[in-house]
């Protein structure tokens, strides 16, 4: 067999170490490149997990930033509501303050406006009041002295003793006007409803007027009714017609003089017409105030017509001036027939 081995494959043990040789320093060489190529993949995969890394730590750090940025303008947001919130109840407070602080300014203007208003009146009562009451005391006094003498025939000295009598009816109504007026201001009037005739209270009221009047105007009264009752204060209802009817004869020195009453429904209607000077259109709205008088050189303490609506106005009904009217003055005012209660 050795010899068929020799024979057959003849080897030469040289080349067959050169070949095994170059084997090795192949698969050496193979082993550095692929030890080579292994280290340049871990450098780059290192690479790549640093380059990552960094790249995660940039992005937590910017997230940090954003958070920390978040927070800044959360307070920025928080604390600009909060302004906000303090501005808009700054503003609500100086408003309600200002609106406050405006209607005292108004409540004071207002208490000033009456005050000076009361000191006018005052004023006013006090001029009016010395005026009227020296007129009648002055004819009262002198009057009365003449009468004292021995020598007057008797027609004089009834005729003083008539202009007495006058003088003294003048002072007793502007005592009893004072009076109601000092009564009205402190709520004390009283009334006395009773069942009344109107018709009978219009009669004997003209009647009485008509004798005592000063001018030469007819005083008459005219109605379609034979009677009317009414649930009334006789002696209020009285007072008011006679206050009507004299200051009509004040102004009236010639013509009429006319108390009307007509029943409208459930209501009555009275009116006193006169044809003397009239009332200015810019005094009608001022007629029924205090201490108001068409003519202040007129007799008279400018509150018979302010009485006048207390009284009708307590009763239930209301007055006015005919605004249509022009021919002298009409005043109108109406009373309910059936008694309803008294105004406060």
Same mark, same amino acid.
């Given at each position: 067999?050795?010899?068929? !081995?020799?024979?057959?494959?003849?080897?030469?043990?040289?080349?067959?170490?050169?070949?095994?040789?170059?084997?090795?320093?192949?698969?050496?060489?193979?082993?550095?490149?692929? %030890?080579?190529?292994?280290?340049?993949?871990?450098?780059?995969?290192?690479?790549? *997990?640093?380059?990552?890394? =960094?790249? =995660?730590?940039?992005?937590?750090?910017?997230?940090?930033?954003?958070?920390? +940025?978040?927070?800044?303008?959360?307070?920025?947001?928080?604390?600009?509501?909060?302004?906000?919130?303090?501005? /808009? *109840?700054?503003?609500?407070?100086?408003?309600?303050?200002?609106?406050?602080?405006?209607?005292?300014?108004?409540?004071?203007?207002?208490?000033?406006?009456?005050?000076?208003?009361?000191?006018?009146? +005052?004023?006013?009562?006090?001029?009016?009041?010395?005026?009227?009451?020296?007129?009648?005391?002055?004819?009262?006094? /002198?009057?009365?002295?003449?009468?004292?003498?021995?020598?007057? $025939?008797?027609?004089?000295?009834?005729?003083?003793? %008539?202009?007495?009598?006058?003088?003294?009816?003048?002072? @007793?109504?502007?005592?009893?006007?004072?009076?109601?007026?000092?009564?009205?201001?402190? /709520?004390?009037?009283?009334?006395?409803?009773?069942?009344?005739?109107?018709?009978?209270?219009?009669?004997?009221? *003209?009647?009485?007027?008509?004798?005592?009047?000063?001018?030469?105007?007819?005083?008459?009264?005219?109605? $379609?009714?034979?009677? @009317?009752?009414?649930?009334? &204060?006789?002696?209020?209802?009285?007072?008011? @017609?006679?206050?009507?009817?004299?200051?009509? =004869?004040?102004?009236?020195?010639?013509?009429?003089?006319?108390?009307?009453?007509?029943?409208? /429904?459930?209501?009555?209607?009275?009116?006193?017409?006169?044809?003397?000077?009239?009332?200015?259109?810019?005094?009608?709205?001022?007629?029924? $105030?205090?201490?108001?008088?068409?003519?202040?050189?007129?007799?008279?303490?400018?509150?018979?017509?302010?009485?006048?609506?207390?009284?009708?106005?307590?009763?239930?009904?209301?007055? !006015?001036?005919?605004?249509?009217?022009? &021919?002298? %003055?009409?005043?109108?005012?109406?009373?309910?027939?059936?008694?309803?209660?008294?105004?406060?």
């Amino acid at each position: 067999m050795s010899a068929f !081995w020799t024979t057959a494959l003849p080897i030469d043990v040289e080349q067959y170490k050169d070949s095994v040789d170059e084997a090795k320093a192949d698969c050496d060489a193979y082993r550095k490149i692929n %030890a080579n190529r292994d280290s340049v993949s871990v450098q780059s995969y290192r690479a790549k *997990v640093n380059k990552e890394r =960094n790249a =995660n730590m940039v992005a937590q750090e910017q997230l940090s930033i954003n958070e920390e +940025k978040s927070m800044i303008m959360a307070y920025y947001i928080t604390g600009l509501v909060v302004v906000l919130i303090l501005l /808009g *109840v700054g503003i609500v407070v100086s408003r309600k303050y200002n609106r406050r602080l405006k209607k005292m300014r108004e409540e004071l203007n207002e208490a000033r406006k009456v005050a000076e208003n009361s000191m006018h009146l +005052k004023s006013l009562f006090l001029s009016n009041m010395s005026h009227e009451i020296r007129t009648p005391l002055n004819a009262l006094a /002198g009057f009365s002295a003449i009468l004292a003498e021995d020598n007057l $025939d008797n027609e004089t000295r009834q005729q003083f003793e %008539a202009i007495i009598h006058q003088n003294s009816d003048l002072l @007793l109504k502007l005592i009893n006007d004072v009076v109601d007026f000092s009564r009205q201001q402190n /709520g004390e009037m009283q009334f006395k409803i009773e069942e009344q005739d109107a018709v009978e209270i219009c009669r004997n009221v *003209v009647e009485t007027v008509d004798k005592v009047k000063r001018t030469a105007a007819e005083i008459r009264f005219e109605s $379609d009714l034979d009677s @009317l009752t009414l649930s009334t &204060d006789k002696a209020r209802l009285q007072q008011m @017609l006679i206050n009507l009817l004299v200051n009509a =004869n004040k102004f009236t020195e010639k013509g009429s003089i006319v108390l009307t009453l007509k029943k409208d /429904g459930n209501v009555a209607q009275f009116s006193v017409t006169d044809t003397g000077c009239g009332i200015a259109p810019e005094k009608r709205e001022k007629i029924f $105030d205090r201490f108001e008088k068409l003519d202040e050189n007129a007799q008279g303490t400018g509150l018979g017509l302010s009485i006048c609506q207390l009284i009708i106005e307590h009763l239930g009904g209301k007055i !006015w001036v005919d605004p249509d009217y022009n &021919d002298g %003055a009409r005043f109108c005012f109406t009373h309910p027939i059936e008694r309803k209660e008294a105004k406060a």
